[in-house]
């Protein structure tokens, strides 16, 4: 197993201003780093009189370098950079170096190199002194000996706590890419197998709704005796279906899809998909009928079914059930309330011809009863046939 660096704490603070204000808590009896004459030092110290020189240091506070170890190292290139005097020579940063050193960070806003890896990944907190501590902390600005054989940034690139750096930096890079790569391999096989789950969970519920199949018993858990038909037959298919199986127990414990709620919200979207298509029939009628009638269930309410008969395009005759509802009052306005509710928001009251209810007086009675009601509310008159208890035959009117 591979250890991640903790990031250098105190390099982490990006929020504060490169100011004057910044740099005066700053120790200011620091001696200048090892490897920058007193000529630089005075360059240095006319264009950036407020310059930290301690270990704590000014990569604290510049804030156009890498302000985190996910970032990449900050390589800025210009066109030119500032020149240094040297004696009677000028020497500048070159961008070229960061093609030999990839940890070599470039502030814009201090004329000073920085190393990526140094900063983010040295071990430890404490101040190792020496050149290599100028990359880390005020930043390295000589010039004039930075491509010097075992100086400036050779130098710096040879040193051991630079090695150090770059090791972990290389380790840790490995490391989020592994992370990245094993996490999104872990989130797409997961993804597929809730898929593949959640289509058989699906397609279960479907077929038992479809038979009229209690999906609950008295006992639901699987491989019970008691559970209802949608266990059982889960139950079932595992042990026929070894991958179908090893989904199923990858799935999380937290949403197998088998409670009531999951499974009346996949009843209600099966129902929307076959009303749709009962809608999209109707529509290609020019007129139909509606039949209605009520049934207390179980829970002692009462439902009313709602069918529509028609003919389609080859004169065949259709009655599918479109909705069930449940009545809140028994009394005709509220039936025929209920009723035109469901009408107009599935298949429409415009080409409502006629209607079929039992022979009780609120839904057949001429001047009360729901066929009334329904007459008024479209504006016309609509057939109005009645049925006494009798069964429907397929093709009658
Ligand atoms: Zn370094």
């Known amino acids: 197993m591979l250890e991640r660096p903790e990031p250098n704490e105190q390099l982490l603070q990006t929020d504060v201003a490169p100011s004057a204000s910044a740099s005066s808590s700053l120790c200011s009896n620091a001696h200048p780093p090892t490897d920058m004459p007193s000529s630089v030092d005075q360059t240095a110290t006319k264009h950036h009189q407020q310059r930290p020189t301690t270990c704590e240091g000014l990569a604290s506070v510049v804030v156009d370098i890498a302000q985190s170890k996910i970032s990449s190292p900050s390589q800025s290139k210009l066109a030119c950079y500032p020149k240094t005097q040297y004696g009677k020579q000028c020497r500048s940063f070159q961008a070229h170096w ?26 430890g907190t404490q101040c190792s002194g020496g050149a290599s501590e100028t990359f880390v902390t005020v930043g390295y600005r000589n010039w004039q000996k930075a491509v010097q054989p075992g100086r400036g940034l050779e130098g710096h690139d040879q040193s051991n706590v630079h090695k150090q750096s770059f090791h972990a930096w290389k380790v840790w890079e490995y490391g989020e890419q592994i992370g990245k790569s094993v996490a999104h391999q872990l989130s797409s096989t997961q993804i597929a197998h809730n898929s593949a789950y959640v289509a058989y969970v699906a397609d279960l519920i479907r077929f038992l709704v ?12 699987l491989g019970s005796d008691s559970s209802g038909f949608f266990l059982s037959m889960m139950d079932r298919d595992f042990g026929r279906d070894q991958k179908l199986r090893l989904i199923a127990e990858s799935i999380p414990r937290n949403c197998t899809y088998a409670s009531h709620d999951s499974q009346n919200e996949l009843i209600s979207m099966w129902f929307q998909l076959v009303q749709q298509e009962i809608i999209d029939r109707v529509s290609q009628a020019s007129m139909y009928c509606v039949m209605a009638d009520e049934t207390r269930n179980k829970n002692n309410v009462e439902d009313m079914c709602v069918c529509i008969r028609f003919i389609d395009s080859k004169f065949e005759a259709h009655e599918m059930l479109i909705d069930i509802v449940a009545l809140e009052s028994l009394r005709a306005e509220g039936i025929a309330k209920d009723l035109l509710r469901v009408l ?38 609509v057939i109005l046939h009645s049925l006494f208890c009798t069964q429907i035959a397929p093709g009658s009117t």
């Open 98 to 123: 960061y093609t030999k050193y990839k940890w070599l960070e470039y502030s814009i806003q201090h004329d000073a190199a920085f190393c990526f890896c140094c900063r983010w990944f040295k071990a």
């Open 210 to 221: 479809a038979n009229e199949k209690a999906l609950r018993g008295t006992s639901e858990f």
């Open 344 to 381: 107009e928001t599935t298949v429409g009251t415009s080409r409502l011809v006629a209607q079929s209810y039992d022979g009780a007086s609120v839904m057949s009675g001429c001047k009360g009863g729901v066929q009334k009601l329904v007459s008024d509310a479209v504006g016309r008159h």
